[in-house]
């Protein structure tokens, strides 16, 4: 029922509050207990104050569509009630829709705040012309609670600019976080499988026999059918349940382009969740470097998982061949942001073998809704 309410034109949601007033201040019992600018007497309700009330509420229902055609009405009304002496309930719009104008209007603001003062000042002639019995200070009394309404809404119609300034940033921030991470996606995809057809695909220069040839071809094709995979997996990325590939997978793939990988595991088993998908991210960007830098050397994998963490450990021995001139430079740094983005620790550089070590360590205990937060 809220959200059909809201769904519903600002007039329609409007009508209930101009009607309800206009109902109340009709009865008998609300007759001139109203507001009383000047005291002049109090006179019977009449026709005339049928008008006067229904130009001092009826309006109030175009309040936020038309604020300023809004509250003239209303003061024209107002100016009637009070000249004439009914003093009705409905006299309340007037501060209604004074609040409402200066929540609603921008740059108009002044000019009716401008316009409103003058019409005051003809109201307080006419009513001591009428012989009004209240004193000046009475009628200054009254102008600057009128103007502390209007403040109020300025007030109003500021907090809610920069209550949307402040949506808009987080979003805009929120776009460029998902954009970083999608980038982070597309290098650690993109960067591992085209890496791994590279080498399959050079080695395959080298092999005479058809058999072995076929091979290499196929584990090419497999690869390129592995990135398609994952590319299209990116379109899951938001989705904080998304199935996390398996180490097992990625370490045969990365076999199967000649780089001998040893996994090990202990602990309990895959958690899921953003934890294990960074885990999978560390594991592939350190085995992408292992292909471009070092290949055909020994590679180890060594994970370890308890209630808390999840650590990792690939080292990479000094031997082997390069077949990278250079890197984007994307690949560490982003492992680090998303490692750090969940709490945990990453370290990478030479180790005292001459080899390549990278070593993390992420917590379990962060779900995958606020690493998403964190982007």
Do not use: C
């Amino acid at each position: 029922m809220r959200d059909r309410w809201r769904r519903l034109d600002v007039i329609v949601r409007d009508v209930p509050l101009a009607g309800a007033l206009a109902a109340v201040s009709l009865l008998p019992a609300a007759h001139g207990v109203g507001t009383m600018v000047g005291g002049l007497p109090h006179r019977p309700f009449d026709l005339l104050a049928l008008a006067a009330v229904a130009l001092q509420t009826l309006p109030l229902a175009i309040r936020r569509r038309l604020p300023i055609l809004s509250v003239a009405l209303v003061f024209v009304g107002f100016f009637i009630d009070q000249a004439q002496g009914y003093h009705s309930l409905a006299g309340t719009g007037l501060a209604i829709a004074i609040l409402s104008s200066g929540a609603r209007l921008g740059r108009r603001r002044w000019i009716v705040g401008a316009l409103l003062t003058g019409g005051y000042v003809v109201l307080v002639v006419t009513l001591v012309g009428l012989g009004a019995t209240e004193t000046p200070l009475d009628f200054v009394t009254f102008y600057l609670t009128l103007v502390g309404v209007w403040l109020v809404g300025e007030w109003w119609r500021y907090t809610r600019a920069i209550d949307a300034e402040r949506r808009r940033l987080i979003a805009e921030r929120t776009r460029e976080a998902e954009r970083a991470r999608i980038a982070r996606d597309m290098h650690d995809v993109v960067t591992h499988h085209v890496t791994a057809m590279v080498v399959q695909a050079e080695a395959a220069h080298y092999i005479t026999d058809p058999e072995r040839m076929s091979a290499s071809l196929d584990g090419i094709s497999a690869t390129g059918r592995s990135a398609i995979s994952d590319l299209r997996g990116l379109l899951d990325l938001l989705n904080p349940d998304r199935a996390v590939p398996t180490l097992h997978a990625l370490v045969d793939q990365t076999r199967r382009a000649g780089q001998p990988v040893h996994l090990t595991e202990s602990g309990g088993a895959a958690t899921g969740g953003e934890t294990e998908y960074v885990a999978y991210r560390v594991v592939q960007e350190s085995l992408t470097n292992a292909l471009k830098y070092a290949h055909g050397a020994d590679t180890v994998v060594r994970v370890e998982r308890d209630a808390k963490r999840v650590a990792l450990r690939i080292t990479t021995d000094g031997m082997g061949s390069s077949v990278s001139s250079g890197g984007s430079g994307r690949g560490l740094p982003g492992i680090r942001d998303r490692v750090a983005a969940l709490g945990g620790t990453f370290e990478a550089g030479p180790d005292s073998a001459g080899g390549f070590a990278v070593s993390a360590e992420i917590p379990v205990h962060i779900t995958s809704r606020e690493s998403q937060l964190h982007g």
